[in-house]
């Protein structure tokens, strides 16, 4: 009996002490900022395209002046889809009754009626195409997206040297949060990733841009003697662009990355990877595209390793962190700017903060931003 009465006493004690997870509810806007839709050339078929995105349905289609154009989809009369319906000239037809809507999202022309309601327009939201990309922005506040959080043009986009990007899509059931999070994550390249060997991380925060600097010993996509070399950049809360130099069957292999966010509700996001592998020259088109497809292959491999995690997990605003790993308060520090008002942004964000864990390398990487020059 006496025993029964201890156990039960060491099972409580053990419960007291248990750390409690903390997290404050999700938060009430969406990040402000730019966020990947998929290739441009999707939305540019002459056909209305429904896309979920910040809690609500966004029709983005190209009107005959060949101009993309994204509104709200909820058509204001009685509420169908407009991404259903049909673009005639620069307007989107509602297929309901017919209401049909101009770029900036005023009703132009009901089909049955002689007038107009004054009220009859949805929002319109500004798009910008940037690397064969489209990218729509989201400010709560209303405000034109700042030049500092612009997407850099890379000159590799197109490049004959190049590949074109190899895009893949997945709905993640969490927060977007999660994902970022990975930024500063230094301590899951082993478990996840199997990349034990990593000898130099460092992140950079500056304004609206977010940098991990990586270099590791990575089988897979380095090979066995090269470090396989990343520096990934946050341009505002959703693209990341990331360079990596690595190796594969005994070649050096230059990849560019794209990893995207674009909330679909606050519990469920799109997940956005592309890759663009450089041609190696002296390889015919044949064994190059065969170079290309494996590496490509390698890289969503290596991707969705995280995604199992992604799926199961909860929020936790007080991570219980150790020694060895990154600099993840600091990184929701920065992250934490886009859900803010933009006059409410505490200046000292804007300034570089450097965080660098060298775990024996002699020589790092530039400590400066991806595609900066
Ligand atoms: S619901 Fe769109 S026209 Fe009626
Ligand atoms: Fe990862």
Redesign the pocket.
């Known amino acids: 009996m006496s025993t029964v009465i201890n156990s039960s006493r060491a099972t409580q004690t053990a419960q007291q002490a248990a750390y409690e997870i903390q997290a404050a509810p999700l938060p009430d806007r969406y990040a402000r900022g730019w966020h990947c839709l998929g290739l441009a050339s999707t939305f540019r078929d002459g056909e209305p395209h429904s896309v979920s995105a910040f809690g609500t349905r966004i029709v983005v289609f190209k009107g005959e002046d060949e101009q993309l154009r994204a509104l709200n989809a909820w058509c204001p009369h009685m509420g169908a889809d407009l991404g259903i319906g049909k673009v005639e000239g620069n307007r989107v037809v509602c297929r309901f009754h017919g209401w049909a809507f101009g770029g900036n999202g005023s009703c132009e022309d009901i089909p049955y009626s002689k007038t107009i309601p004054p009220k009859a327009r949805v929002r319109s939201w500004p798009l910008q195409e940037r690397n064969q990309l489209l990218f729509i922005w989201n400010d709560v506040e209303g405000n034109p997206p700042p030049p500092e959080q612009d997407i850099p043009q890379l000159p590799q986009v197109g490049s004959p040297e190049w590949s074109d990007w190899s895009l893949s899509q997945w709905v993640i059931d969490n927060n977007c949060r999660e994902l970022v999070d ?1 930024l500063s ?1 230094l301590a ?2 082993g478990p ?2 199997g990349s034990s060997n990593v000898k130099y991380f460092a992140n950079i925060f500056e304004g609206s841009r977010a940098t991990q600097v990586m270099v590791g010993i990575n089988e897979r996509l380095g090979g066995t003697r090269n470090h396989l070399t990343t520096v990934a950049t946050y341009f505002g809360p959703a693209t990341l662009l990331c360079k990596m130099t690595g190796e594969s069957d005994g070649m050096p292999i230059e990849s560019i990355l794209l990893v995207t966010n674009l909330p679909i509700d606050q519990m469920h996001f799109q997940l956005g990877f592309g890759v663009m592998v450089k041609r190696i020259p002296g390889l015919s088109e044949e064994q190059n595209q065969a170079m290309i497809k494996h590496y490509v292959d390698l890289t969503i491999q290596a ?1 969705t ?2 995604v199992a995690v992604w799926h199961n997990k909860v929020r936790v605003d007080n991570p219980l962190l150790c020694a060895g790993d990154g600099p993840i308060l600091q990184l929701r520090n920065w992250y934490s700017q886009f859900y803010t008002d933009a006059d409410a942004v505490p200046a000292d964000l804007a300034q570089r903060r450097v965080v660098e864990i060298n775990l024996g390398l002699d020589a790092h990487p530039e400590l400066q931003h991806a595609f900066q020059h």
């Open positions: 990975n994550d899951h390249f996840v990733h991707f390793e995280d």
